[in-house]
């Protein structure tokens, strides 16, 4: 199967992680994950994805601040963002600091 590109998944529901990670695997994507935002932060260090899936919900630094620092940061500002939730209810979240 060629790779059709390259994932960092992060969700801090290790659950979560598992399905995402062999959905995307079985459909030719290469994936990393992390557990938080800290974590992906230091991860996108030395590594680059072609997209991020990220958890809004998480322990220490949210998904919308996750996403805040990645777009200040050069290195990651054109990598793009999918918001991913297990939440029922909308958030109402200005998104247009993140464009």
Do not use: W
């Amino acid at each position: 199967m060629s790779n059709k590109g390259q994932i960092l998944a992060v969700d801090d529901t290790p659950a979560n992680l598992k399905v995402i990670s062999e959905t995307l695997h079985n459909a030719g994507y290469t994936v990393a994950t992390a557990i938080d935002g800290d974590r992906a932060l230091k991860r996108l260090q030395h590594y680059q994805p072609d997209l991020i899936l990220l958890d809004i919900q998480m322990p220490g630094i949210d998904g919308f601040e996750t996403c805040r620092r990645l777009k200040a940061d050069p290195q990651t500002q054109h990598i793009p963002v999918i918001f991913i939730t297990a939440l029922s209810d909308t958030i109402n979240e200005d998104f247009s600091s993140f464009v």
